[in-house]
């Protein structure tokens, strides 16, 4: 046990880097080595399925907060999107984008659409390519298609808000967008483009810089690069482009299977917990759990040192409980309950938990927790089905028959033996090793058994008989 532990305190180290307290592209995975923005230009790339994934939003978040905190002389989005998940998009804009303090500019290279015109509109300056176009930016439900006339209301109105506080900070033409978002209403901007009460407005390059009373449209410019629009603007510093590190593409991947990686932890656990000096379930468990914690961490979740050590503790309370508290369960309740908030919260988005401390929009407790508390909702049902199938199968399969087998306090061979044959244990009378509420421990022959009785409460030293056992669950009852 001791080895075990210290393999898991070696794993959670290289995984999650030296500092507890660090961010995650501060760990000991090569992000810590990546390298400062700071009076650098950088370019985040949005393509055509950044804006439905949202794992692309947390590295676009992580992305802004180190342009902040390390002082970038400019950040430029740059935009060649169909669109994707608008309420996730106007969190970006409110949350990250609007409220940094660097220049920001949008480079539509070649198409902005739906969402992707609500990240221009954040920006301080949007250029547009030759031959690019923006707008389109009507609410459509999940399936793409039109919504219900009350709930487009609800989301319209909402999103309308937004974008116009955004876009009136920004100074653009609010009306702009509302024609681009909202079929019902007809718009003209003077001779240049008018809108009908069934149509959109989608610019063009040419349309999108046109001047319209006294200034354009919506773009500044049209620039047929990056190089080009930082000449525009007089800038020059080196330009470099945001891309994720090759550990959070894996950590990404691995974070959103963590119901699968728990379902895994936990059914390994369990394995070894049934298989006396066998040693693959606690190295599986271990494996399973530290990609867990790892994947979450670098992925920007609350998983950490703390949400593993808890989780260490739970696993220590209820080993404790089996071997040296046999039949109290009070520390074994105690480390599920810290095993199971620690998995939790260790899939929490720390965006979203920090924007609930803050209280700054609206952020409710089920949103940050709907997902997390889902995954881990998977995981233990899976778990609990992986339970029953190795009761029921392992013992029987070859190569792992030989570690389902009792281990004898006498080591007599002879009973090892008998015990290839589970049913020769029917019938055989015993007494209980622990108090079983109703499981416990009883000895049996020299042999001692994980046994669960039909009796809720039996005391230890109760005489017992086994009445019936299918795969890894002995039966037991009170003999008088």
Same mark, same amino acid.
């Given at each position: 046990?001791?080895? /075990?532990?210290?393999?898991?305190?070696?794993?959670?180290?290289?995984?999650? =880097?030296?500092?507890?307290?660090? &961010?995650?592209?501060?760990?000991? /995975?090569?992000?810590?080595?990546?390298?400062?923005? +700071?009076? &650098?230009?950088?370019?985040? +790339?949005?393509?055509e399925k950044d804006l439905i994934n949202q794992q692309a939003f947390k590295f676009f978040r992580r992305t802004l907060e180190r342009v902040e905190e390390e002082k970038a002389r400019a950040v430029i989005f740059e935009l060649d999107t169909p669109g994707g998940i608008a309420f996730a998009t106007t969190d970006l804009m409110m949350k990250n984008i609007s409220q940094l303090s660097v220049p920001t500019y949008a480079f539509v290279n070649i198409e902005a659409t739906s969402a992707g015109a609500f990240v221009a509109v954040a920006t301080d300056t949007i250029y547009m390519a030759p031959l690019s176009t923006i707008g389109s930016a009507a609410v459509i439900n999940g399936t793409g298609q039109k919504m219900e006339e009350t709930m487009r209301a609800k989301a319209e109105g909402h999103l309308t808000s937004v974008v116009r506080n955004i876009m009136d900070d920004k100074g653009h033409n609010y009306e702009v967008m509302e024609a681009m978002m909202i079929l019902s209403k007809e718009i003209e901007f003077g001779d240049i483009i008018s809108v009908g009460e069934s149509e959109l407005l989608n610019l063009t390059a040419v349309e999108a810089t046109t001047e319209f009373e006294g200034r354009p449209l919506l773009a500044k410019g049209i620039a047929s690069s990056i190089e080009e629009l930082l000449e525009k603007e007089g800038i020059e510093a080196e330009v470099v482009v945001a891309e994720m590190t090759g550990f959070e593409k894996f950590a990404y991947w691995i974070g959103a299977a963590g119901g699968l990686l728990i379902l895994i932890g936990l059914g390994a656990g369990y394995l070894e917990m049934k298989t006396p000096g066998f040693g693959l379930g606690a190295l599986v468990a271990i494996i399973a759990f530290s990609l867990f914690f790892f994947g979450n961490y670098v992925a920007g979740n609350l998983a950490g040192y703390e949400t593993a050590a808890i989780f260490l503790v739970g696993?220590? #309370? %209820?080993?404790?409980?089996? #071997?040296?508290f046999p039949?109290?369960?009070?520390?074994? %309740?105690? =480390? %599920? #309950?810290?095993? /199971?908030?620690?998995l939790l919260f260790?899939?929490?988005?720390? #965006?979203a938990w920090d924007d609930w401390q803050a209280d700054a929009f609206g952020v409710g407790l089920w949103n940050i927790f709907a997902g997390p508390a889902t995954a881990l909702s998977l995981g233990l049902i899976g778990s609990i089905a992986l339970f029953a199938i190795a009761m029921r199968y392992l013992p029987r399969l070859p190569f792992f028959d030989r570690y389902f087998l009792p281990t004898l306090a006498d080591g007599d061979t002879t009973a090892l033996e008998e015990e290839a044959n589970p049913s020769s244990r029917v019938g055989w009378t015993g007494e209980a090793k622990t108090d079983l509420r109703p499981a416990g421990k009883a000895l049996f022959q020299g042999q001692e058994i994980d046994v669960t009785c039909e009796s809720s409460f039996v005391p230890v030293g109760t005489a017992l008989q086994i009445v019936s056992e299918e795969g890894m669950k002995v039966v037991v009852k009170v003999v008088s």
């Open positions: 046990m001791k080895k /075990l532990l210290s393999l898991w305190l070696l794993l959670t180290t290289l995984v999650m =880097g030296a500092d507890p307290e660090s &961010k995650p592209h501060h760990n000991a /995975l090569g992000k810590s080595t990546e390298a400062s923005y +700071q009076d &650098k230009v950088v370019v985040i +790339q949005v393509g696993v220590v #309370f %209820i080993l404790l409980d089996i #071997f040296l039949g109290t369960f009070v520390m074994g %309740i105690v =480390g %599920i #309950f810290m095993i /199971l908030g620690s260790s899939m929490v988005d720390r #965006f």
